[in-house]
Every structure is written in C-alpha cells, then in structure tokens.
C-alpha cells in the first residue's frame, strides 16, 4: 500500500511540474506553437530588445570581461561575435538563459565567409572549382569549427552575381554567372546548415546581399545600383531563390540604393518577393549600421525615420544601429508600425532560434584548439579545394608541369615566401603560422631541387633593389617561378580599385627577369581578375591560385610538378584591359554585332569565363539528343562522350549552355543552364548526361518575374559544338 501511494505521489509530482512548464519549453511540439506560445508571454520591450544585434568579443581582457558582460542587455536577440572562446561566449549566453524572465537564448552570428580558422579558398576561387559537393564539405568543417568556437549563424554565403572586377567585394562570391551563383550558394547552404539545422555542428546560413549589390556603380562599394526589373529577375534574384528554396534560414539586405529606393528600405524586395511570392519564413538582418545609413542615401531625415522604414519595408533585425530599440516603441505608440508586425519579425527571429534547437542547447561544447582547429579532414579538404580552384591560364610549349630533371628552381616574387596574403579577406581568425608558403611548398613537392629564393620586390612601391638578387638566382637556375599578386586588404569590403592591373613594381620585376632568357612560370594570388596585358606575353605559363588558404602553397607546387592535374575553370572573365570594363560571357547581341567595338584594343577580354586548360587532352565526342522535339512538361536528355587522351589521370567540367529563338524579349547571346565534373583516368572515356526540362532550363522571366516559356528552336552548346532541337507550343 506504501509503494502504492508513493508512486501516486511521483505521478502527480511529475504531472504537476510538467503542467507549470511552459509549451515553449517543450521540445516535442511543433516550433510554431512554441513560437505562439512564448510571443504570448512576452512584454513589449522583451519583443523589441530580440529585433537588435550588438557586438561582443573584441576585447577578452580577464580583467574587462566581467564588466563588458554587464553592458550586455539580457534580452538583446542577437550578438555578433569576435571571439573564439567558447567559454566566454557561454558566460553571455547564462545571462540570457538563467538571469532572464523568459531565458530566450541569444544567436550569436560571425563572418565566417571561407572558413573560420582553418581558411579554404576564397569564394571566388571556389566557384573555379566546378566541385559544389567539395564547397558543401568545406562549408561543413567551417560550421563545425564555429560552432565550437561559440557561433550559431553566419554571414554567408555571398552570392553577389559579379561583373565589375573593380568592385572588391567580387572575391567574396561565386562570379559572373547567375546560374553559378545558385549553384555554389545552395551548396554552402547544405555544408553551413547540414542536414537539419538542429544538428550538432549545424549553424544558420544568411544569404547576403540583397539584392544587386554587385553591380554597384563603377565598382565602387556601397554605392548607387542603377538595374532594371529585367536585369533584376533574370539575372541578380535567381541565385537568393535558389538558396531561399534550400532552406536558407536567414537572409542579409544589401548597403546598395536600387534605382532609388535602397535595399535597406526597399519594401518591394523584402516584403513582396521574398516573404510573399517566395514564402521565407526566417528574418532579415540589416547589413552593419545599414539603416541609420539611409540617412546618407537621402531617404530619410533622421534615425527614428530611417528605423520607421527599414521595418516597414520587412528588416527583421537591426544590426549593430541600436534603432529598433531606441525608437519602435516610440513608433508603434504613434501607430506607425502595428504590434502585429513586431509580433511577425519576432516570431521569425525565435522561429530560427528554435529550429536551431538553442533552446534546448544554449551552450557551445569547450574543446582544446587541437580537437576543433585544423583537424587533419579540415586540412585535406583545404588542399583539395585550393588545388580544384586553381587555373591554369596558360601553358606554351608544355613549360609545365616542371620536369623532374630540372635540378635548378628561382622562386621570385612577394608572394613567394609570404603567408598571410594567401588568406585572402574576411579570414579574421586564419593565423599565418597556420599557412603552407609557396616556398614551403615548393621545398617539400621538388625534394632534392636546388630552389632559390628571392623576393624582389614588395607588393606595390618603387623600391628596385631586390631586383639584382632576383636576377642572379634566374640567371643560376632552369626555369625562374614568378609569384605576384595582392595584398589581401586589395579585395574584399571597402577595398574598390580603380585598375585592375597590378602595382608597377610587379610588372617591372617580370620584365627584368624575362631578360635571363629562361622560361618564365607566373603564379597568381590574388581576389580579382586582373589586367595582364603587359605581363602575359612574357609568361610561357600563367596559373592562377588566387587566395588559396592554409594549404595553398602545397596544393599550387604539386600542380607545378605534375603530382596534380589542374582542372579548374574560371567563374569570372579576365579583362584585357580595365577599359573593357564590364565584359562577361552572357552578354546580349549588338544592334550591329560587326561594328561598335573600341578602335584601341582587342574587344574581346583576355580570357573568357570558363577558359582553364590541363595536362591532359580530353577529346569531345558528338552531342547527341534524346529527341529533338520536346513539348512543356516534357524532357529530352543530351549526352556526350568524353575521352582522356593524355598520360595522366584528370578532371573534367562540361558547360553546358542555351541560346533562345527569338521572342518578345531579347536574351543573351548564350546562358550557362547546367555543368558536371568528373574524373577522367588516362585512356578513358565518360559519359556526361543532361536532362533539359523546358520551364527549368528554358524559360525566362520578364520584369514582372513571370517566367516565359517561347516555343521555337534553341541551340544546346557544349565545348565547340552547337546541337538544335524544337521546343513546340
């Protein structure tokens, strides 16, 4: 009877706690009910204080931490966070869980753009790699190490699509091609996101920056955006779709004014597409200090009016202005904003906090930096992604790969022995103790090689004193290994260049040494296409590695000796001056295509988008067509055999491109609707396969949005052919 009536008192015990446990605690009901029931609960400024972002983690003093905690309002939604420790972190987070009446958890966001402390490629590179599935990996090890380092939510990726090479931001996306974009954005999504956003080392996606910011005037960053309705659906929306319809659980609004009413501002983009038409359901945050900017772009006359229309226009979260607080009470007193749509943009935010299971898990796991840094996966994704994202421009007389019998290297240039350029922008955390050099590189590919190193010259200046060392050591050796580039504060934010070319200095020590008479290999680093007009026709070989990473020395050196075969392909094109400035491949016919081109300069760029070669052949055999008819809601598949016929094993990308009949709105010359990468073995032989769905991969959008599906005959072009078929009514 005792045991009886004691476990009548458990019983009721455990239905009484469970009863005085809020549905919003309660991880087995659905998200919108927790959301429901926790907005219920919530006064006005506990809802006001979740629309906000500030920034914490720059200053981890022992001495300051305690007080630094206390400036933090409990209650604030959202914390950028500068720091790696988690433990820090965590101490945030207790104010927020336990010292709070509700115990909302806060999201604490980073710019983790390409890798938190193990750097790969920049994104730009990335693209050159054809390879969505290696990004998707990269991108999941990014995650893990944020996530143990205290960050739930990135500010990535950047989908930008990027025709002004001036603009230095270029670096941070996937380059000129819409479709690309899409393709390389949805892949970041599903490595950031995993395959729930719950998961262990899963951390939110933010798509960034919407829209058009990329095509800002002359290059210049945060400038106007001057773009059609055309231009905008067919060419800037379609990659935030994409990433919108992957899942992406947030997404960033640009600095950009588009056509007069800035992004920030611009209620059309925000609210009309991306919430209505397209159905998101996670916030957007405004890009740093973005709305008290709309005071500089002349729409609004103070900061209350600028907070009144950024969240009119649909911007959920403030980042780092502080407007929403200071002024949305204040607005929603005079009925200018309604408490329904606070309620909307707080259950967004909450929405996200809950699907990444914060509320469940507020802290981050604390491990040692030698169980979350740099682990050796990290690191072997790293050399792979560096070496399928390096371009091999140039190649005269097959200079490379270097032979084996070459017993005498000169490896010149800034780059040569320099680390933290090859970083690339937006690597805050990369250490450059933790990069491999390209002389390290070098040094380890060609053991039992005499390599001599000289700097030259610096990255920019007039100094020509190293330029007699420089000499010597390609006067000494076979073959002489220029590696130029930039300085990586040259690309990324903020950092617009008005040419494109590389500082003088570069230049000249290319000339100097091209006086040696021996074979001249040029390595780039660099976050831009650049202007290589005076310096290509001195190369015998060109590669491109861009800003590699950690493990960019070590993946560009097995290129050079022939351990690697190089299968990148460029995202973007290489002016041949900046004068041709934009010159992309899906540009539209000319009323008079044989006239109208510069008397000054060749019109055509230096290299095209998709221009890479390797050190194999590969041989194309016929396209063929599956039917060569097809009818809406039907499909036809293409194929076409490609041959190794080289002596080594190699990768390679199919393009596969469309041109439309004409129609009532004309398109561009050729647009790329689908690619694949394979590996190719010595001798082999695959198949590549497309399945064109019409509405998919032929329809296009008017300004309005509405996709159109003209019936007439289309070209499919693959490498060097044209095959047509006929789209019927």
Known sequence: MRFKFTLMLCWLSSA????????????????????????????????????????????????????????????????????????????????????????????FGYDVIHGFRTIYPISLAQACSWNPALVTAACSMAAKEAKLSGVDWTFSPMIDVARDPRWGRIAEGYGEDTYANSAFGVASIKGYQGAHLSDEFSIAACLKHY??????????????????????????????????????????????????????????????????????????????????????????????????????????????????????????????????????????????????????????????????????????????????????????????????????????????????????????????????????????????????????????????????????????????????????????????????SLPRVQEKLVEHLKLSGKPIVLVLANGRPLELIRIEPLADAILEIWQPGVEGGAAASAILSGAINPSGKLSVTFPLTTGQIPVYYSMRQSARPDQGRYQDIPTTPLYWFGDGLGYAPFKYGA????????????????????????????KEVVFWYVAHPAGHISRPLKELVFFEKKEIRQGATATYQFEIDPLKHLGYPDANGKVHLQAGVYSLMVNNQKVSFRLLP
């Not at 720059?58 to 305690?66: C, D, L, R, V």
């Not at 001057?226 to 994409?242: H, N």
């Not at 599956?626 to 094993?649: E, F, H, Y």
């Open 211 to 500: 829209v058009a910011y990329g095509r800002s005037e002359g290059g210049r960053d945060y400038h106007y955006t001057d773009v059609s309705m055309q231009a905008l659906w067919e060419t800037y929306l379609p990659p935030f779709e994409a990433g919108v319809k992957a899942g992406a659980a947030t997404l960033m609004s640009s600095f950009n004014d588009i056509s007069g009413i800035p992004a920030t501002a611009n209620r059309y983009m925000l609210k009309e597409v991306l919430k209505h038409r397209w159905k998101h359901d996670g916030f957007v945050v405004s890009d740093w200090n973005a709305i008290g900017q709309l005071i500089d772009q002349g729409v609004a006359a103070n900061r209350k009016e600028a907070g009144l229309k950024a969240f009119n226009a649909g911007v959920d979260m403030d980042m780092k202005d502080d407007i929403y607080r200071e002024y949305l009470q204040q607005l929603l007193a005079e009925k200018k904003v309604t408490m329904l749509q606070i309620n909307e943009a707080v259950a967004r935010i909450l929405r996200v906090k809950f699907r990444l299971g914060l509320f469940e898990k507020p802290f981050a796991p604390v491990l040692p930096d030698n169980k979350r840094y740099l682990l050796p996966e990290s690191r072997t994704i790293a050399r792979n992604l560096a070496a399928e994202s390096m371009v091999l421009l140039k190649n005269n007389k097959a200079v490379l790969p270097l032979k084996s019998r070459i017993k005498k290297i000169a490896l010149v240039g800034p780059m040569a022995n320099d680390k933290i350029n090859l970083l690339g922008a937006w690597s805050y955390h990369g250490q450059p103790n933790d990069v491999c050099s390209l002389l390290e590189g070098m040094q380890q590919q060609f053991n039992g090689t005499q390599i001599t190193y000289a700097k030259g010259c610096d990255f920019d200046g007039d100094d020509e004193s190293g330029f007699a060392e420089a000499a010597k050591a390609a006067q000494d050796a076979e073959v002489v290994v220029i590696c130029l580039g930039e300085n990586k504060q040259w690309s990324g934010e903020n950092a617009s260049r008005s040419n494109i």
């Open 623 to 650: 396209v063929t067509l599956s039917s060569l008819t097809i009818k809406p809601g039907q499909k036809i598949v293409a194929r076409v055999n490609v041959a190794n016929a080289g002596n080594m094993d190699g």
């Open 16 to 107: 009484w706690l469970y009863a005085q446990t809020p549905t919003y605690r309660d991880p087995q009901k659905p998200i919108e009910v927790r959301v429901k029931d926790l907005l219920s609960r919530m006064t006005l400024q506990e809802k006001v204080l979740q629309l906000n972002q500030y920034t914490f983690g720059k200053n981890t003093n022992a001495n300051n931490i305690g007080a630094l905690i206390d400036d933090i309002p409990a209650g604030i939604g959202s914390l950028i966070y500068f720091g790696d420790d988690p433990q820090i972190r965590n101490l945030v987070q207790a104010k927020a869980v336990k010292q709070t009446r509700l115990g909302i958890p806060i999201l």
